[in-house]
């Protein structure tokens, strides 16, 4: 009776404990829904980029069959695709927006809350899995990120589920358990290829000290026993072998015209055909440790082959990434620098946990080395450590030492490593006696992490934020907040709406394409900030402004060089007053030439908006004001820029006819000569004229007139006659379809 009692208190205990933890899951849900509502979330270049991939995804799915299915699993782009992947189905729920789009991310919330808390209750009891689950969900970088788009929350999520159903397969003794960490670390592969880094230490651990690694020997060369039919057509190498191969011909036999596009080819069929039909095999042996390992590792293999295998130059960008230090570029760090070792270690304290975390982790640590001091002594310290402690040390120290000797640098990067810690943490505080006063600190923390969690999440409370920053003996300025690139405040610094102009401009050029009945036009952007750049834009105009083009001059790679000719061929430009940074060397190039002030870019562009950011910045929006129609040779106006170059003299003028023309030699003359397109006005009078053509004369010593003979070939011939018999004729070159003339002032 009393064992019956008990059993049911401790299923109300667990059923109490996990109504807790989805209870947390609902405070998170409200909380990130009311901050992605409320704040500007599209900021950066990878986050617009990664929702632009939800989009993509969504449009592949239009219609799911084998085809689409197939499309979407081997889309060739430097991410595997399951992250993505998810925001499909709430786009068909909900509807597609930014804010749905990042709300997906509770699915990984809710995976990484329960997965925390489950290991948390099989190591160490119901309290511990509570605390550790609490403690992970508001660790900063982790709540701050969980409402973003990138990749490594759901990472963080897939490598706790991972290590949870590690545990509970209790040494790849439970079949169930250890086939879903199959499926887990294949799920796990399709969502970030550095899961491996963070889960492979404590699955190899686990395999090697339960034996299961000792056991795959005797799995594969255990004699079979007698058995009935079925059973021996089941565990038959022959229908492995068959069976295998009816599932890749299923999957690549309808895509067989796709295959040709990857590196693998059409060796992709019998690759995938042996990966089948040995995790078959692995399926097909008798329960044991070794044959559950061999087929966790299996499935693992497979589901993550589904991606993996087709994009196998995906590699060579892991590598690029991994080991050339693209996100160090400017840091002055490498491996003879001794900063170098601690760098993944110095966003511990400020940005990943808080000061007020850190400090808790640094205590629960030493209260566990103390309480395991005073029961083994010094000497045994190290000794018959349990293998929870194993797994949880390996999940951390592996993954830090694999980054630590990489040549990245983000503090985003690493963060599926925290989890451990919030379970050392939890565990630690619990060997504080008494009861009481270990209640109380619980409290404490639970009191100060919610505090920080609200200071960070809402705008109201920036008196709190300031106030968190201190003075201290020693160190100076210290933020007892947490504070990084990663944990943004609420409509704060790059936060602030006044930032956020891209919606602005695409609005307005929009309207004015329709005003001028134009089918499209082109946007040449010139800005590269984190809240105005390529990325943003593209994602903004997905579907959205089918009428607009976008040019990219701020970053290189996108066009070719010279970028400043190119910025001609532009309906619209954007840039800002302070252009330079972010911007590469092309890009720079460009704006120095604009800011000497051509006369030719000048005339051709006018503002026509400007916006004032919230660092006193200003960006402008110059709209094209001139179009040659008709076909031109380049190279004609090239040649004239450069004559003009060598003739040109202080007090010279330039008079263009037509016009219009104004907007292709300026691709090439970049002096400051004034310019005058007078012919430019159709409705201009002869008298009208006349009358400009004689204070332009009078204003200059000397005139060069540049005549395009495809245009207006009757306005072209009443200006050369007027300066004909009002000026000094010089000299007349011509370069294909473009004259220019040169006449001198009667007077002198």
């Given at each position: 009776m009393g064992e019956t009692a008990e059993r049911s208190d401790t299923r109300r205990a667990r059923w109490a404990s996990l109504a807790t933890v989805l209870a947390l899951l609902a405070f998170h849900a409200a909380n990130n829904w009311a901050f992605v509502v409320a704040q500007v979330t599209i900021l950066g270049w990878d986050r617009p980029a990664h929702l632009v991939r939800t989009l993509i995804y969504n449009d592949m799915l239009a219609e799911v069959n084998l085809r689409s299915l197939f499309e979407v699993l081997t889309w060739s782009w430097?991410?595997?695709?399951?992250?993505?992947?998810?925001?499909?189905?709430?786009?068909?729920?909900?509807?597609?927006?930014?804010?749905?789009?990042?709300?997906?991310?509770?699915?990984?919330?809710?995976?990484?809350?329960?997965?925390?808390?489950?290991?948390?209750?099989?190591?160490?009891?119901?309290?511990?899995?509570?605390?550790?689950?609490?403690?992970?969900s508001t660790y900063p970088i982790l709540?701050?990120?969980?409402?973003?788009?990138?990749?490594?929350?759901?990472?963080?999520?897939?490598?706790?589920?991972?290590?949870?159903?590690?545990?509970?397969?209790?040494?790849?003794?439970?079949?169930?358990?250890?086939?879903?960490?199959?499926?887990?670390m294949g799920l796990g592969i399709l969502t970030k290829w550095p899961f491996v880094a963070f889960a492979g230490g404590p699955i190899a651990y686990v395999a090697v000290r339960s034996g299961a690694l000792r056991d795959v020997r005797a799995t594969l060369t255990t004699r079979m026993e007698v058995l009935p039919v079925w059973r021996r057509f089941w565990r038959s190498p022959l229908f492995h072998?068959?069976?295998?191969?009816?599932?890749?011909?299923?999957?690549?036999?309808?895509?067989?015209?796709?295959?040709?596009?990857?590196?693998?080819?059409?060796?992709?069929i019998p690759i995938s055909w042996l990966l089948a039909s040995l995790t078959l095999f692995a399926l097909s042996r008798p329960p044991g440790q070794g044959a559950h390992l061999l087929s966790a590792m299996l499935i693992g293999a497979t589901v993550g082959s589904v991606w993996s295998l087709p994009n196998l130059r995906f590699s060579e960008r892991f590598v690029t990434v991994v080991y050339s230090g693209l996100n160090m570029e400017g840091t002055g760090l490498g491996p003879l620098s001794p900063s170098f070792y601690v760098r993944y270690l110095r966003y511990l304290p400020y940005e990943q946990l808080s000061p007020l975390y850190f400090a808790v982790l640094v205590l629960a640590v030493a209260l566990l080395l103390y309480s395991r001091w005073r029961k083994t002594g010094i000497r045994s310290l190290l000794r018959g450590v349990s293998q929870s402690t194993w797994i949880l040390v390996l999940w951390f120290a592996v993954s830090m030492l694999v980054f630590t000797l990489s040549l990245t640098m983000n503090s985003?990067?690493?963060?599926a490593l925290l989890p451990p810690l919030a379970l050392l943490s939890a565990r630690g505080l619990q060997e504080i006696k008494p009861v009481l006063a270990r209640r109380v600190l619980i409290a404490v923390v639970v009191f100060l992490g919610l505090v920080q969690f609200f200071v960070l999440s809402y705008g109201g409370l920036g008196w709190l934020r300031e106030g968190a920053v201190v003075e201290l003996p020693a160190l100076g300025e210290v933020n007892l907040l947490a504070e990084g690139s990663y944990v943004e405040l609420p409509s704060s610094g790059r936060t602030d709406s006044g930032y956020f102009v891209a919606p602005l401009v695409l609005d307005l050029v929009e309207e004015q394409r329709v005003r001028d009945g134009r089918d499209v036009v082109q946007l040449g952007n010139l800005v590269n900030r984190s809240y105005s750049n390529n990325a943003i834009f593209q994602y903004l105009m997905y579907d959205a402004y089918p009428g607009i083009t976008l040019r990219e001059f701020a970053r290189d790679g996108w066009e070719e060089p010279p970028f400043y000719e190119r910025l001609f061929e532009c309906d619209f430009l954007l840039m800002k007053s302070d252009p330079l940074p972010g911007m590469r060397e092309h890009g720079q190039?460009?704006?120095?030439?604009?800011?000497?002030?051509?006369?030719?870019?000048?005339?051709?562009?006018?503002?026509?908006?400007?916006?004032?950011?919230?660092?006193?910045?200003?960006?402008?929006?110059?709209?094209?004001?001139?179009?040659?129609?008709?076909?031109?040779?380049?190279?004609?106006?090239?040649?004239?820029?450069?004559?003009?170059?060598?003739?040109?003299?202080?007090?010279?003028?330039?008079?263009?006819?037509?016009?219009?023309?104004?907007?292709?030699?300026?691709?090439?003359?970049?002096?400051?000569?004034?310019?005058?397109?007078?012919?430019?006005d159709a409705s201009l009078s002869e008298e009208a004229l006349e009358q400009a053509l004689a204070a332009i004369v009078a204003a200059h010593e000397r005139v060069f007139l540049v005549v395009w003979t495809g245009g207006d070939t009757e306005a072209a011939a009443f200006v050369a006659g007027w300066l004909a018999d009002h000026s000094l004729g010089i000299g007349e070159s011509e370069h294909g379809e473009v004259h220019v003339l040169l006449y001198g002032s009667t007077t002198g």
């Open positions: 430097n991410r595997p695709p399951l992250y993505h992947l998810v925001a499909v189905p709430f786009y068909r729920l909900f509807g597609v927006s930014t804010d749905v789009a990042l709300m997906r991310n509770v699915v990984f919330v809710a995976i990484l809350l329960l997965s925390v808390y489950g290991i948390g209750r099989r190591f160490y009891g119901e309290g511990v899995g509570l605390l550790s689950a609490f403690l992970v709540f701050s990120i969980s409402r973003m788009p990138y990749v490594d929350y759901s990472l963080t999520a897939m490598v706790a589920l991972a290590v949870y159903l590690l545990v509970a397969s209790d040494g790849f003794r439970h079949r169930g358990y250890s086939l879903g960490l199959g499926l887990a072998a068959v069976a295998g191969l009816g599932v890749a011909l299923l999957w690549y036999w309808p895509n067989l015209d796709r295959l040709e596009g990857f590196a693998l080819g059409y060796w992709l985003r990067f690493d963060v190039e460009a704006m120095e030439i604009i800011e000497s002030g051509p006369s030719l870019f000048q005339e051709s562009f006018e503002v026509v908006w400007e916006h004032t950011l919230p660092d006193g910045d200003t960006v402008y929006l110059y709209e094209k004001r001139y179009h040659l129609e008709g076909e031109y040779a380049e190279t004609d106006f090239r040649a004239a820029s450069a004559e003009i170059e060598s003739l040109v003299q202080d007090g010279d003028g330039m008079i263009l006819v037509p016009g219009a023309q104004v907007e292709v030699l300026g691709r090439y003359y970049t002096g400051d000569l004034p310019a005058y397109p007078v012919a430019a």
